[in-house]
Every structure is written in structure tokens, then in C-alpha cells.
């Protein structure tokens, strides 16, 4: 199992980008601009995160997706762990994150990698988004936005 960068955002596999966030233009826009690494078990990609310089020494950890089927087994926690690495030894000092206020699973990870929540960004997913989003039985309006030193 490694993480890998990948070089040409030809290569970034978007499917798996989209279950992150379901629009094309945002992912695009995220690949294009930062720098996509995927988590590989003999050649199979398993999971993908972006990371994108946003101001000096800050970096956001955008997109971070698990193949369905491998989800609840530890790698988005290995993947954020590694994403946390990278940036560090990058130089940069703060990494944030944002998801959605009905991501209730993505804050609990979030946090248990030591995240904590700098803001709340108020009806960004109904300003952003053309389709509604609900999970767990909520609806997504607002983007949390958290961060962590480094
Ligand atoms: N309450 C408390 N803890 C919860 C929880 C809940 N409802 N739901 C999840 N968690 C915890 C788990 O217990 C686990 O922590 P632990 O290791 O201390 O037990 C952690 O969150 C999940 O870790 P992990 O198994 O590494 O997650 P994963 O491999 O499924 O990856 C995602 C997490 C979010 C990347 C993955 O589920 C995914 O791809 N989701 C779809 C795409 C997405 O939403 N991306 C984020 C966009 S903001």
C-alpha cells in the first residue's frame, strides 16, 4: 500500500473525486490547480485526496475520497495522516479541510485527526450547487470549516 502524486491531471481518477464532491467544475478546477496524490494497493487506486496551496504556509486538503467498498477501514484516517505529513515537511504550517454540516461522519474523522472547526461558511452548498444534498437524513447548506496547526 503507498501513496503516490500523481503528474498529469489526465491521469487523476475523477469518478472516485466525484463521490467527494459532485461537481465536475469544482474537481477540475481542484486538480488543475493543486496537486492530486492516490493511495494504491497493487495498482489499484483506492483512494484520492488533493492538495492545494491556498495562502502562504496554508494548504487545504480538498476531495479526499475511499473507494465505496473500502470505506470504514482505516484509510481515509492513513490518507489524512499522510496528507498531514506531506504538508509538513512541505513547509507549510496550517492545513485546513471544510465538508458539509451533514457530514457527519467526515467531521468525527476530521476531528479525531485533530481538526478543529475555525468557521462556518452559511448556505455555501445552496449559493455552490445546483442539485440539493441530504445525508443522514440532513439537508447540506452550510460548508464547516475547519483547521490544524502543523
Ligand atoms: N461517529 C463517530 N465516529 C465516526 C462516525 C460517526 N458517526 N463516522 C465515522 N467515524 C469515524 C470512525 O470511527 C473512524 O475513526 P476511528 O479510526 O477512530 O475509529 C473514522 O471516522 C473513519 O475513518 P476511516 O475508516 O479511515 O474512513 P474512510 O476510509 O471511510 O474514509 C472518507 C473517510 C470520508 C474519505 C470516506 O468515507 C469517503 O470517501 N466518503 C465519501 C467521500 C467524501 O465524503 N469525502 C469527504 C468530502 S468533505
Keep these: 500500500m503507498h501513496v503516490r ?3 498529469n491531471p489526465e491521469e487523476a481518477p475523477i469518478s472516485l473525486l466525484l463521490v467527494a464532491d459532485p461537481s465536475k ?4 478546477d481542484y486538480i ?3 496537486i492530486c496524490f492516490v493511495l494504491e494497493v497493487e495498482k ?3 483512494g484520492v485526496f488533493v492538495l492545494l496551496p491556498t495562502r502562504p504556509y496554508i494548504i487545504e486538503c480538498v476531495n479526499i475520497a475511499v473507494e ?6 482505516g484509510l481515509g484516517k492513513l490518507m489524512l495522516t499522510e496528507a498531514i505529513n506531506i504538508a509538513k515537511s512541505n513547509g507549510y504550517q496550517t492545513m485546513e479541510i471544510g465538508t458539509g454540516n451533514s457530514s ?3 467531521l468525527a474523522l476530521y476531528q479525531k485527526c485533530g481538526f478543529r472547526i475555525t468557521g462556518v461558511d452559511r448556505d455555501f452548498f445552496i449559493r455552490h450547487y445546483d442539485e440539493e444534498i441530504y445525508e443522514n437524513g440532513i439537508h447540506c447548506r452550510d460548508m464547516i470549516r475547519l483547521s ?3
Excluded: C, F, S, T
Excluded at 467544475?25 to 477540475?28: C, E, M, N, R
Excluded at 465505496?68 to 477501514?73: A, M, V
Design 148 to 150: 490544524k496547526d502543523l
Design 32 to 34: 488543475n490547480r493543486g
Design 104 to 106: 457527519i461522519g467526515q
Design 44 to 46: 489499484e487506486i483506492r
Design 68 to 73: 465505496e467498498r473500502y470505506q470504514n477501514k
Design 25 to 28: 467544475k469544482a474537481v477540475h
Design 5 to 7: 502524486k500523481i503528474n
